[in-house]
């Protein structure tokens, strides 16, 4: 969790709003320390995560966890962590077969595959079980990222429709918010990545958009935050404003300055 | 410890380096010197395998690319479980070069090789390792030659510019200063009797489809699922993963995928944009990486990347590998004659760098890198630009110049178009 995040977010661990799509979206730069934010910031609210990991492991999510101050192994002990590593069971579903479907059983099949196994994975861990007498706040879907389920043979329809499904269940029927990380393929005319995106931006609360610098690498800012909130129902002078901030990655955190006003430069 | 490590061979020479050494350092902050590739044996207690150290940033297990410039650049070496995607030169002349060294590196440290190739006869790629600038009997006669020079001089204090004293010894010739990473000579094989001591696996596609006819539908291109089921074999039997406990010294597997993606593979991704198994490649390498993540294992893929029709794939693949590095050689292009690039032979760009147990990566200042094959040896340094000597250079061919260094590689390109746009 990095609170300079926090304040431009205007969002605190205990106020945590619910029912919310947030988007994360990189182009040209690596967005995954948004992700690692959300993870560490819902784990610390309270809220039971469930964290569908698709592209690194357990343990690297683990110790970048310790660095911002929570243990994921002690949340997935508790209960509150319900934690889905891609890398490692696409080894078990692609070499074995499975008696009950797999949340990623699509790896196995011929044609395109559908992501109903996923999605019923995602509601059972996040279905609220009476005798555990709500101990978590709200319930939230993370997943990292959503790109990689394009590059595993499925259309980027059945992924929407997936999202679709995830905020029915999470965010209205359950009250909590999905939080989801899709790349921007930028110049590589990614069409299945594009309509992806596009869907995804319509449907969402909150996008924040990580970019690489557009004259190139910096050693002293390694790309700028766009923050877009879309508040339809609130007709104030915060309504759809748009906020772009410079960044630089540390090693436990991540400092935010206006454009142009890196450190390094004044 | 220091003075042990500067010259790890030779028990009974080492002992009175080291009292000496005790005796004129009497502060306990000390250099930690250089390891001069002793025995095994005497390596830190942390590196128990061969040709390995752990990364300072992140705590991973590195291994050497086979490039010491390249290990540097890429943060240190290449972390166990990841892969490193080389995207290759128009005509496969360096790609395939990098591609041998990862191997030779491999070989020299006694790890267990798996070579896949579509193309050509794993035995033959092996055959065609480069030689080892060092073999070990050289190395132990360096050693002692430099533990000779050294013991007199450790005793003999400096009287004058007495600083000097705690500068460590220059080291002559091209000697790695550890087990890890050597230099290789491309103009010498390798050793028939380390290649005959080695442990290699071969994936050699022709032999395999023919050897079983028998096609189970699956999601991927049989050869693809043939490979990806004979690393999970390798991996499972030699005890790879730590679920079947290593009975002997725990090992590297080094996987070498040559020319992946290519329609000798069977995969048409090469031959049309719209290709009906554009899903297999990407798939792949996301099985590939899930097993490479639970095993203590590296994997170097040369992957023909300019021959993709579809850009898309390009990135997709990009962003499930974990370092990409491209090369771009001047052969058959016009910078061949261009005298900018006179010095060198190619450009190398890095492509990304994996961010692992960390927020950051190491990624170097640096981003216009050149490679030049020398004789022996392939160079990777800075480019820079030829001094112009001349005095009745004319303003217009200057210009020209300066155009053709705005069509560099990315990093450059960049950097040029800024004129137009400022950040800050």
Redesign the interface.
């Known amino acids: 969790m990095f609170p300079e995040l926090n304040n431009l977010l205007n969002t605190t661990p205990p106020g945590v709003e619910q029912g919310k799509l947030t988007l994360l979206c990189d182009a040209k730069t690596?967005g995954?320390?948004l992700v690692?934010h959300f993870l560490s910031f819902y784990l610390k609210a309270n809220c039971k995560v469930c964290f569908v990991a698709l592209v690194q492991?357990f343990?690297?999510y683990n110790?970048?966890g310790q660095?911002l101050g929570v243990s994921l192994t002690m949340a997935r002990e508790r209960g509150q962590l319900v934690f889905l590593e891609?890398?490692?069971?696409?080894?078990d579903v692609?070499?074995q077969a499975q008696e009950e479907p797999h949340p990623l059983q699509f790896?196995?099949?011929?044609s395109a595959g559908n992501l109903e196994p996923l999605y019923q994975f995602v509601r059972e861990a996040l279905k609220p079980v009476d005798n555990e007498e709500a101990t978590w706040k709200c319930p939230v879907l993370l997943v990292d990222d959503l790109?990689?389920l394009?590059?595993?043979?499925l259309g980027a329809v059945a992924v929407l429709d997936f999202i679709h499904y995830c905020r029915a269940t999470v965010c209205q029927e359950l009250k909590g918010n999905v939080v989801a990380l899709v790349?921007d393929?930028?110049?590589?005319?990614?069409?299945?990545?594009d309509i992806l995106l596009n869907g995804l931006s319509h449907q969402s609360h909150l996008i924040l958009r990580a970019e690489g610098?557009?004259?190139?690498?910096?050693?002293d800012?390694?790309g700028?935050l766009r923050i877009l909130w879309r508040r339809p129902l609130k007709p104030t002078a915060q309504r759809d404003r748009s906020l772009t901030y410079?960044y630089k990655?540390?090693?436990?955190s991540?400092s935010f300055f206006a454009?142009?006003?890196?450190p390094a430069?004044l | 410890m220091a003075a042990e490590a500067t010259c790890g061979s030779g028990a009974a020479s080492t002992k009175s380096v080291a009292e000496a050494a005790r005796k004129s350092n009497i502060t306990s902050f000390q250099r930690r010197g250089p390891k001069a590739g002793g025995t095994e044996s005497s390596g830190p207690r942390l590196v128990s395998i061969a040709g390995t150290r752990p990364s300072l940033r992140?705590g991973q297990l590195l291994v050497s690319t086979g490039l010491p410039a390249l290990d540097q650049l890429l943060g240190g070496g290449l972390a166990v479980g990841t892969v490193l995607l080389i995207e290759e030169d128009k005509y496969d002349v360096y790609s395939s070069l990098l591609f041998k060294y990862f191997l030779a590196e491999g070989l020299i440290n006694g790890h267990v090789l798996l070579v896949a190739s579509a193309k050509e006869d794993p035995a033959n790629i092996l055959q065609e390792l480069p030689a080892p600038l060092l073999d070990d009997n050289y190395k132990k006669e360096f050693d002692e030659e430099v533990c000779d020079h050294q013991t007199p001089e450790t005793n003999t204090k400096m009287k004058i510019a007495w600083r000097y004293q705690l500068l460590p010894k220059m080291k002559t010739g091209p000697v790695s200063s550890s087990r890890f990473g050597h230099y290789y000579d491309v103009s010498k094989r390798m050793p028939q009797e380390l290649l005959e001591a080695s442990n290699c696996h071969g994936f050699f596609l022709p032999q395999k489809m023919s050897s079983n006819l028998k096609v189970e539908?699956?999601?991927l291109i049989h050869g693809y699922t043939k490979l990806?089921?004979f690393i999970?074999n390798t991996i499972y039997e030699e005890g790879f993963d730590g679920s079947n406990p290593q009975k002997k010294q725990k090992n590297i597997l080094r996987i070498g995928i040559q020319n992946l993606g290519s329609p000798l593979w069977g995969d048409d991704v090469c031959c049309t944009e719209n290709c009906n198994n554009s899903?297999s490649l990407?798939?792949f390498l996301?099985?590939l990486?899930?097993?490479l993540?639970?095993s203590l294992s590296a994997c170097i893929i040369t992957m023909p990347t300019h021959l993709i029709q579809n850009?898309?794939i390009?990135?997709?693949v990009t962003?499930?590998s974990d370092t990409v590095v491209g090369l771009e050689s001047f052969i058959g292009s016009e910078r061949e004659t261009n005298p900018l690039y006179k010095d060198y032979h190619g450009l190398i760009h890095i492509r990304q760098i994996p961010?692992?147990?960390?927020?950051?990566?190491d990624?170097s200042?640096v981003?216009d890198l050149a490679f030049k094959l020398k004789r022996k040896l392939f160079i990777i340094e800075r480019l820079h630009l030829p001094p112009d000597l001349s005095d009745t250079v004319s303003r217009s061919s200057k210009q020209d110049l300066a155009e053709s260094a705005k069509l560099l590689g990315?990093?450059c390109g960049?950097?040029a178009?800024?004129k137009k746009?400022?950040?800050?």
């Open positions: 690596d995954s320390f690692h492991s343990s690297h110790i970048v660095k891609g890398l490692k069971s696409s080894v692609f070499f790896l196995r099949e011929a790109s990689v394009l590059s595993l043979g790349h393929s930028g110049d590589a005319e990614d069409e299945e990545n610098l557009a004259t190139g690498f910096c050693k800012v390694h700028q410079q990655i540390q090693d436990k991540v454009k142009g006003m890196s430069v | 992140n539908p699956c999601s990806l089921q999970q899903h990407t798939k996301y099985v990486r899930g097993l993540r639970t850009k898309a390009i990135s997709r962003n499930l961010r692992l147990n960390n927020l950051i990566c990624e200042d981003k990315p990093g960049m950097m178009g800024g746009h400022l950040d800050f």
